[in-house]
Nanobody, 120 residues
Framework: QVQLVESGGGLVQAGGSLRLSCAAS????????MGWFRQAPGKEREFVAA????????YFGDSVKGRSTISVDNAKRAITLQMNSLKPEDTAVYYC?????????????WGQGTQVTVSS
């Protein structure tokens, strides 16, 4: 079993920045990426970003590409997503996710979610 605990999130003004962190514990699949998805009200869950545990491979969804970074801290078994130039359409519940294959979008474990609200 894998446990994912998110921190960060909250209310931020448009144009601002936000940092989301996720700590993994339990049986972690260090070969496979970890990352973030988000889900806005009335919309499907959307891939946001992911990173390999080596930190050598990063992946970003089109909606955040160019204004987000993701990093990994192996000692803490944690990843951090930095989002900049936030827009109201970034408002969503953000979920930390652990992939169960080498496909960063094939998530098998999920955190409880953290709300991000971007005000205009």
């Amino acid at each position: 079993q894998v446990q994912l605990v998110e921190s960060g999130g909250g209310l931020v003004q448009a144009g601002g920045s936000l940092r989301l962190s996720c700590a993994a514990s339990g049986r972690t699949f260090s070969r496979f990426p970890m990352g973030w998805f988000r889900q806005a009200p009335g919309k499907e869950r959307e891939f946001v970003a992911a990173i390999s545990w080596s930190g050598t491979r990063t992946y970003f969804g089109d909606s955040v590409k160019g204004r987000s970074t993701i990093s990994v801290d192996n000692a803490k078994r944690a990843i951090t997503l930095q989002m900049n130039s936030l827009k109201p359409e970034d408002t969503a519940v953000y979920y930390c996710a652990a992939a169960i294959t080498d496909d960063q979008r094939n998530a098998g474990y999920w955190g409880q979610g953290t709300q991000v609200t971007v005000s205009s």
